[in-house]
């Protein structure tokens, strides 16, 4: 089945930070990865952005580069290359400077969607959304889009939500968290919502819990001024981890519309209890296969940053209450695994005398790698002797279902950002949610820095601190194994 492709507006679409890591490596290569599937109309353009001072031929020569380096070669036709480079033009601007914003005015046309991507620090979302408004550039059908993250915590939230909403409406603002974006994520909602098969076991009667996984093999290294003042929490949990939660115990929304959707989504984290100090881990991953450990690529040796945490989760409301959801998430772990696991409960009464080979029903949805879902049923062990039980995983593997091999399954950066072109906001994270999410984490972090808390070390390729192990283990559970 080849996959279908809806048509889009004819768009301009403006890249603050056109020259850096997120543009090079994801929006510029998904872009021409559209362009290639026909969801670039008519006359549609990107148009570059940064401070680096280059014409028009430079900057496309980077995005050549690019997409040398980050498309499937098998994706790579030179005559679409060049068709692609054609759309593209460069702006030099600096966010806080008045260079430039009069030539990128005199660049926008009247009747095109006008997106403006700010893939740039956040200090300067303020100055750009400022500017774009002072200069009339955007319009009031123009979109923005925010990259993560989205503050470091409710204060900054609010004030980085003030600084957009004095310029734009949050129907123009799209708070981009690609986990949104993946297939599988998309497909948890059709699952859930277009069968009737899961909605009736969806609930604490018959959920005994949740895992949600979200495993790295790399460390920080490179990036470590910049996450130590992050850490596993705030990286990871407050926004990605807290989103595919939702969408696992959010209620049906009456409509597949933006509102109803994040309405659901919102109360879910309002329903979040706070959680006990003995319900988290933290962890830091040691020295180990040929690589440095967490304080050597922190370049602080003191620090106290988490690289792995793992926390235990109640949503207090009728339909989860008893049932906990249990989430880590860490670098240099053993494998690069993400999952989400919903483990059943065990059916009321067994009519089997020997129910040795008997396994709780689990349905794990993989985000990474391999999209796609297994759902694990008992069935008979084929052959004579007696009933015996055996599990076997119900698979569908994305790929296979589509009938398209792996490549060809869109980026969640491509389709967030085809999101932003039809106007549909369903994916993106709204204001208020956002705040909601760092109202929760806020007083857990303030908690641990307040008790001095020091990360446990864990061994680089391992599956994380021994204690994570002891937060399943003293609830009678355990932990998926993490494995591609
Ligand atoms: P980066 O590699 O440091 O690139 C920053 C970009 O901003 C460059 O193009 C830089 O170009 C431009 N820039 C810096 N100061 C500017 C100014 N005053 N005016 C105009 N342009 C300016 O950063 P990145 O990794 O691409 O990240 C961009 C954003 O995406 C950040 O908010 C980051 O947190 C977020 N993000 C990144 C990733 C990722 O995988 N990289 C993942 C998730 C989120 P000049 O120096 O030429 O101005």
New binding site residues.
């Given amino acids: 089945m080849v996959s279908r492709v809806i048509p889009v507006d004819v768009f301009d679409l403006v890249i ?8 090079r ?2 929006i510029l290569p998904g872009l021409y990865r559209r362009y290639l599937a026909g969801q670039m109309p008519g006359e549609s353009r990107i148009i570059g ?4 001072d280059m014409s028009d031929k430079a900057f496309r020569e980077q995005v050549r580069v690019a997409i040398a380096e980050f498309v499937p070669k098998a994706r790579q036709d030179a005559e679409a290359i060049e068709k692609f480079l054609g759309r593209i033009s460069y702006v030099p ?4 400077g008045t260079g430039g914003w009069t030539a990128l005015k005199k660049m926008m046309r009247d009747n095109v969607v006008r997106a403006f991507y700010f ?4 200090s ?1 979302f303020g100055d750009i959304a400022e500017r774009l408004h002072d200069h009339g550039i955007a319009d009031a059908w123009s979109r923005i889009v925010v ?3 989205f503050g470091r915590d409710l204060a900054s939230a609010r004030a980085l939500n003030e600084v957009l909403a004095r310029h734009f409406t949050e129907t123009q603002i799209y708070r981009i968290d ?1 986990y949104l974006g993946k297939e599988t994520v998309q497909n948890l909602m059709a699952v859930r919502f277009a069968n009737i098969l899961f909605e009736p076991l969806w609930k604490s009667e018959y959920i005994d819990h949740v895992q949600i996984t979200v495993a790295e093999t790399v460390g920080v290294n490179g990036r470590g001024a910049y996450y130590d003042k992050s850490g596993a929490m705030r990286d990871m949990v407050q926004n990605h981890m807290m989103q595919l939660l939702c969408l696992i115990a959010m209620e049906p929304p009456y409509h597949f519309d933006p509102d109803a959707v994040r309405d659901e989504k919102l109360k879910v984290i309002r329903a979040l209890d706070p959680v006990a100090p003995e319900d988290i881990v933290r962890g830091q991953y040691l020295p180990g296969q040929g690589e440095g450990g967490y304080l050597e690529h922190s370049e602080n040796p003191a620090s106290r940053t988490e690289s792995y945490i793992a926390l235990k989760v109640q949503v207090s409301n009728w339909r989860w209450k008893g049932t906990p959801f249990y989430l880590r998430t860490g670098k240099r772990l053993r494998a690069r695994a993400s999952e989400i696991a919903i483990t059943f409960r065990e059916p009321p009464h067994s009519i089997f005398d020997d129910a040795k080979g008997w396994r709780e029903n689990v349905l794990v949805i993989r985000l990474q790698p391999n999209e796609g879902m297994n759902l694990m049923v008992m069935i008979k062990e084929p052959g004579p002797g007696g009933m015996r039980l055996m599990q076997v995983p119900l698979d569908m593997a994305f790929a296979d279902a589509l009938g398209a091999d792996a490549e060809d399954v869109p980026d969640a950066y491509e389709r967030l950002i085809m999101d932003v072109i039809r106007g549909n906001q369903t994916l993106f994270m709204r204001g208020d949610e956002v705040e909601a999410a760092w109202a929760w984490t806020d007083p857990i972090i303030a908690a641990w820095e307040a008790q001095g808390n020091r990360p446990q070390s864990y061994d680089a390729g391992s599956s994380g601190p021994e204690d994570a192990l002891m937060l399943m283990h003293r609830d009678g559970r355990r932990w998926r194994e993490i494995r591609e």
């Fill in positions: 603050f930070g056109a020259t850096g890591d997120l543009a490596r994801k952005a940064a401070r680096s601007i600096d966010a806080t893939s740039v620090a956040p300067l990259e993560k993250p690609h």
